[in-house]
């Protein structure tokens, strides 16, 4: 089964600096992973999906997330942070198969100090 | 293009009273997805519906919940006689087809039991 593990429930760093958000994944074939945002009281959002072609995936908002398969990692980064990418950050992967549905990480919130 | 519509935005019910939740879909997607966010949680998938048709209710709880995808007008989501454990934020996906990656997501529904 498939499945997304987050490995940081709170990340805060200073404005201008980089961001990295972590994120593992466990699946028995080559999945397709992607990164959702989540700004206060607001719906979801698609920074960046992964889906077998080039491993450095460039998303919005200057975001980008490397596939990394000999480590199973999909982690997010950013060279500066806004204050504007204050919000949760959910790493997901879809399941595949007949329903394709997603499966998603418990989240990382994102904290941006000026 | 409206992007998906869920309403309303916010709800709130008395224990015992039922929930009604709205999705329309994307212009052109015949593909719907359910997920709930319970409080300081990720979402978890709830049901997978084409026009006419449940295709996978795995996450659904089995008693009080069930939702419809009519031939014409929006997929509903309808909670019978709510309790307290049901307060979440419920998330409408659509997609053009199963295997599109990445749907597009509502802005969600947010209800509160009280």
């Known amino acids: 089964a498939q499945s997304v593990t987050q490995l940081d429930s709170h990340v805060s760093v200073s404005e201008g600096t980089p961001v990295l958000l972590r994120c593992n994944y466990s699946?028995?074939?080559?999945?397709?992973l992607f990164w959702y945002v989540q700004h206060p009281n607001k719906g979801l959002q698609l920074l960046l999906k992964?889906?077998?072609?080039?491993?450095l995936v460039k998303g919005i908002n200057g975001f980008e997330a490397e596939f990394k398969k000999s480590e199973t990692s999909f982690h997010l980064t950013k060279p500066s942070a806004h204050m504007s990418d204050a919000a949760e950050y959910f790493c997901?992967?879809?399941?595949?198969?007949?329903?394709?549905?997603?499966?998603f990480g418990t989240g990382t919130l994102l904290a941006v100090q000026p | 293009n409206a992007g998906v519509m869920q309403n309303p935005r916010h709800l709130v019910r008395r224990r015992g009273q039922e929930a009604r939740l709205r999705c329309s879909p994307m212009?052109?997607?015949?593909?719907v997805y359910w997920y709930r966010q319970l409080p300081e949680e990720g979402l978890k998938f709830m049901v997978y519906?084409?026009?006419?048709?449940?295709?996978?209710e795995s996450g659904m709880p089995k008693e009080r919940f069930s939702a419809e995808f009519p031939k014409e007008g929006p997929s509903i989501l309808r909670i019978q006689q709510v309790v307290r454990g049901d307060s979440a934020a419920y998330f409408c996906?659509?997609?053009?087809?199963?295997?599109?990656?990445?749907?597009?997501f509502g802005s969600g529904t947010r209800l509160t039991v009280v």
């Open positions: 996906a659509s997609s053009p087809n199963e295997v599109s990656h990445g749907y597009t």
């Open positions: 699946s028995s074939y080559s999945p397709s």
């Open positions: 992964y889906t077998s072609a080039a491993t």
């Open positions: 997901v992967v879809s399941e595949g198969g007949a329903t394709n549905k997603l499966i």
């Open positions: 212009k052109g997607h015949s593909h």
């Open positions: 519906l084409q026009k006419e048709n449940i295709i996978d």
